[in-house]
């Protein structure tokens, strides 16, 4: 398990110390800044990290899907005018 090596940018992990899964977007040492399908991007250590388990990457696929519904979804009221408004 990598504690101080090199995490590839896309790789779905755990943070231990969020208990949150995420995907990584980039390392600066033995810093990760990590990333959720929401945009939601958060910084931890590498030694608080460890690849996510089959669970845990369902569970990242299931989130990507929400937002990319709720995503078009907004962007379709957005495009009709409701902007959120009751019809």
């Given at each position: 398990?990598?504690?101080?090596?090199?995490?590839?940018?896309?790789?779905?992990?755990?943070?231990?110390?969020?208990?949150?899964?995420?995907?990584?977007?980039?390392?600066?040492g033995?810093?990760?800044?990590?990333?959720?399908?929401?945009?939601?991007?958060?910084?931890?250590?590498?030694?608080?990290?460890?690849?996510?388990?089959?669970?845990?990457?369902?569970?990242?696929?299931?989130?990507?899907?929400?937002?990319?519904?709720?995503?078009?979804?907004a962007?379709?009221?957005?495009?009709?005018?409701?902007?959120?408004?009751?019809?």
């Open positions: 398990m990598p504690w101080a090596a090199e995490w590839k940018p896309g790789t779905a992990v755990f943070d231990n110390g969020s208990q949150l899964v995420g995907v990584v977007f980039e390392q600066r033995f810093m990760l800044r990590l990333q959720r399908p929401s945009g939601f991007r958060w910084d931890t250590r590498t030694k608080a990290v460890r690849p996510a388990n089959s669970r845990e990457q369902a569970q990242l696929r299931a989130l990507a899907k929400h937002n990319r519904r709720v995503t078009a979804a962007a379709l009221d957005s495009a009709s005018g409701a902007g959120g408004r009751a019809r």
